[in-house]
Protein backbone atom coordinates (compact mmCIF):
# COMPACT_ATOMS: atom_id res chain seq x y z
CA UNK A 1 0.00 0.00 0.00
CA UNK A 2 1.75 3.21 -0.95
CA UNK A 3 2.60 5.78 2.10
CA UNK A 4 0.52 8.59 1.84
CA UNK A 5 3.35 10.89 3.11
CA UNK A 6 5.84 10.58 0.62
CA UNK A 7 3.33 12.07 -2.10
CA UNK A 8 3.46 16.05 -2.06
CA UNK A 9 -0.68 17.28 -2.07
CA UNK A 10 -2.03 19.44 -4.17
CA UNK A 11 -2.71 21.72 -1.48
CA UNK A 12 -3.22 21.73 2.06
CA UNK A 13 -6.12 22.48 4.61
CA UNK A 14 -4.04 25.57 5.91
CA UNK A 15 -3.98 26.24 1.87
CA UNK A 16 -7.15 26.01 1.48
CA UNK A 17 -8.70 28.29 4.69
CA UNK A 18 -9.93 30.74 1.87
CA UNK A 19 -10.52 28.64 -0.76
CA UNK A 20 -14.39 27.25 -1.60
CA UNK A 21 -13.17 24.60 -3.73
CA UNK A 22 -10.55 21.84 -4.47
CA UNK A 23 -7.50 22.88 -6.08
CA UNK A 24 -7.16 22.68 -9.99
CA UNK A 25 -7.04 18.84 -10.96
CA UNK A 26 -5.11 17.65 -14.17
CA UNK A 27 -4.45 14.88 -16.47
CA UNK A 28 -1.84 14.39 -14.61
CA UNK A 29 -2.81 14.06 -11.03
CA UNK A 30 -5.32 11.85 -12.87
CA UNK A 31 -3.06 9.71 -13.73
CA UNK A 32 0.26 9.83 -11.03
CA UNK A 33 -1.48 7.23 -8.94
CA UNK A 34 -3.70 4.39 -9.45
CA UNK A 35 -6.42 5.60 -6.52
CA UNK A 36 -6.46 8.53 -8.02
CA UNK A 37 -7.87 6.85 -11.66
CA UNK A 38 -10.14 4.95 -9.81
CA UNK A 39 -11.48 8.06 -7.27
CA UNK A 40 -11.56 10.74 -9.84
CA UNK A 41 -13.74 8.08 -11.64
CA UNK A 42 -11.50 7.40 -15.06
CA UNK A 43 -11.18 11.30 -15.48
CA UNK A 44 -15.37 12.12 -15.06
CA UNK A 45 -14.60 13.83 -11.81
CA UNK A 46 -12.74 16.38 -13.73
CA UNK A 47 -15.19 17.85 -15.11
CA UNK A 48 -15.58 21.21 -14.10
CA UNK A 49 -19.76 21.13 -14.54
CA UNK A 50 -21.06 19.00 -11.67
CA UNK A 51 -18.43 16.39 -11.10
CA UNK A 52 -21.00 14.24 -9.54
CA UNK A 53 -23.51 14.05 -12.67
CA UNK A 54 -20.49 13.74 -14.61
CA UNK A 55 -19.45 10.64 -12.75
CA UNK A 56 -23.06 9.44 -12.33
CA UNK A 57 -23.39 9.30 -15.98
CA UNK A 58 -20.26 7.53 -16.27
CA UNK A 59 -21.15 5.00 -14.06
CA UNK A 60 -24.87 4.35 -15.93
CA UNK A 61 -22.65 3.84 -19.10
CA UNK A 62 -20.13 2.25 -17.48
CA UNK A 63 -22.98 -0.34 -16.08
CA UNK A 64 -24.57 -0.80 -19.45
CA UNK A 65 -21.55 -1.99 -20.92
CA UNK A 66 -20.55 -4.29 -18.08
CA UNK A 67 -24.04 -5.96 -17.78
CA UNK A 68 -23.52 -7.14 -21.41
CA UNK A 69 -20.29 -9.63 -19.98
CA UNK A 70 -21.53 -10.24 -16.65
CA UNK A 71 -24.04 -12.35 -14.31
CA UNK A 72 -26.10 -10.40 -11.73
CA UNK A 73 -23.78 -11.95 -9.33
CA UNK A 74 -20.58 -11.00 -11.04
CA UNK A 75 -21.79 -7.44 -10.91
CA UNK A 76 -23.01 -7.69 -7.27
CA UNK A 77 -19.61 -9.00 -6.69
CA UNK A 78 -17.63 -6.34 -8.86
CA UNK A 79 -20.24 -3.65 -6.39
CA UNK A 80 -18.08 -5.30 -3.12
CA UNK A 81 -15.02 -5.43 -4.55
CA UNK A 82 -15.63 -1.78 -5.92
CA UNK A 83 -16.84 -0.43 -2.66
CA UNK A 84 -13.61 -2.00 -0.69
CA UNK A 85 -10.98 -0.53 -3.49
CA UNK A 86 -12.65 2.49 -3.92
CA UNK A 87 -12.48 3.25 0.17
CA UNK A 88 -8.65 3.12 -0.33
CA UNK A 89 -8.36 5.17 -3.45
CA UNK A 90 -11.12 7.65 -1.50
CA UNK A 91 -8.63 7.95 0.99
CA UNK A 92 -5.73 8.32 -0.62
CA UNK A 93 -6.97 10.52 -2.94
CA UNK A 94 -8.27 12.91 -0.49
CA UNK A 95 -5.00 13.05 1.54
CA UNK A 96 -3.54 13.79 -1.54
CA UNK A 97 -5.55 16.52 -2.70
CA UNK A 98 -5.40 18.35 0.90
CA UNK A 99 -9.20 18.05 0.51
CA UNK A 100 -11.23 15.74 2.91
CA UNK A 101 -14.23 15.67 0.59
CA UNK A 102 -13.24 16.93 -2.80
CA UNK A 103 -16.15 17.13 -4.94
CA UNK A 104 -13.64 15.84 -7.71
CA UNK A 105 -13.89 12.50 -6.00
CA UNK A 106 -16.85 10.60 -7.69
CA UNK A 107 -16.17 6.92 -6.92
CA UNK A 108 -18.54 7.66 -4.42
CA UNK A 109 -21.20 8.20 -6.95
CA UNK A 110 -19.88 5.06 -9.48
CA UNK A 111 -20.13 2.73 -6.67
CA UNK A 112 -23.70 3.73 -5.54
CA UNK A 113 -25.35 4.38 -8.48
CA UNK A 114 -23.88 0.80 -9.73
CA UNK A 115 -25.73 -0.64 -6.70
CA UNK A 116 -29.30 1.61 -7.56
CA UNK A 117 -28.88 0.12 -11.12
CA UNK A 118 -28.05 -3.84 -10.35
CA UNK A 119 -30.80 -3.67 -7.90
CA UNK A 120 -33.61 -2.29 -9.99
CA UNK A 121 -32.50 -4.03 -13.09
CA UNK A 122 -34.56 -5.41 -15.05
CA UNK A 123 -36.01 -1.78 -16.10
CA UNK A 124 -36.33 0.21 -19.18
CA UNK A 125 -34.47 3.48 -19.78
CA UNK A 126 -36.98 5.62 -18.10
CA UNK A 127 -36.73 3.65 -15.36
CA UNK A 128 -33.43 3.92 -15.22
CA UNK A 129 -33.43 7.50 -15.46
CA UNK A 130 -35.91 7.82 -12.96
CA UNK A 131 -33.38 5.87 -11.16
CA UNK A 132 -30.85 8.86 -12.23
CA UNK A 133 -33.30 11.75 -11.02
CA UNK A 134 -33.67 10.49 -7.82
CA UNK A 135 -30.14 9.36 -6.99
CA UNK A 136 -28.77 12.69 -8.19
CA UNK A 137 -31.36 14.60 -6.10
CA UNK A 138 -30.46 12.78 -2.70
CA UNK A 139 -26.86 12.40 -3.18
CA UNK A 140 -26.57 16.56 -4.07
CA UNK A 141 -29.95 17.57 -1.74
CA UNK A 142 -28.67 15.68 1.24
CA UNK A 143 -32.19 15.80 2.65
CA UNK A 144 -32.38 14.57 6.67
CA UNK A 145 -30.62 10.93 6.23
CA UNK A 146 -27.96 11.54 3.44
CA UNK A 147 -27.29 15.09 5.90
CA UNK A 148 -26.78 12.45 8.61
CA UNK A 149 -24.56 10.39 6.52
CA UNK A 150 -22.41 12.67 5.48
CA UNK A 151 -21.72 14.45 8.72
CA UNK A 152 -21.20 11.09 10.44
CA UNK A 153 -17.32 10.70 9.12
CA UNK A 154 -14.99 13.55 8.49
CA UNK A 155 -11.49 14.20 8.27
CA UNK A 156 -8.66 12.80 6.68
CA UNK A 157 -7.79 8.71 7.11
CA UNK A 158 -9.78 5.60 6.59
CA UNK A 159 -12.97 6.92 8.82
CA UNK A 160 -12.51 10.07 6.47
CA UNK A 161 -12.51 8.01 3.36
CA UNK A 162 -15.54 5.54 4.43
CA UNK A 163 -17.40 9.34 5.11
CA UNK A 164 -16.87 9.65 1.03
CA UNK A 165 -18.54 6.76 0.29
CA UNK A 166 -21.39 6.44 3.46
CA UNK A 167 -23.50 9.24 2.39
CA UNK A 168 -23.66 8.05 -1.01
CA UNK A 169 -24.64 4.66 -0.29
CA UNK A 170 -27.55 6.47 1.89
CA UNK A 171 -28.63 8.19 -0.71
CA UNK A 172 -28.80 5.20 -3.18
CA UNK A 173 -30.97 3.49 -0.47
CA UNK A 174 -33.11 6.87 -0.60
CA UNK A 175 -33.34 5.68 -4.24
CA UNK A 176 -34.33 2.39 -3.78
CA UNK A 177 -36.52 3.13 -0.61
CA UNK A 178 -38.84 5.59 -3.00
CA UNK A 179 -38.40 3.45 -6.34
CA UNK A 180 -39.71 0.15 -4.32
CA UNK A 181 -42.36 2.46 -3.00
CA UNK A 182 -43.32 3.48 -6.22
CA UNK A 183 -43.15 0.01 -7.29
CA UNK A 184 -45.86 -1.16 -4.67
CA UNK A 185 -48.17 1.56 -5.65
Not at 73 to 99: D, K, N, P
Request: net charge neutral; hydrophobic share 55%.
Amino acid sequence: MPDFQKFTPLSTPELNAGQHHPPMLNRRFLLSHPAHFIALGAGSGLSRLAPGTAGTLWAWAVFLLLQIWLTPLQMGVLIAVSTLVGWWACTVTAQHMGVADPGAIVWDEVIAFWLVLWLVTPTTFWGQLGAFVLFRYFDAAKPGPVRWADSLFKGFGWRGGWGIIFDDLVAAFCTLLVIAIWRSL
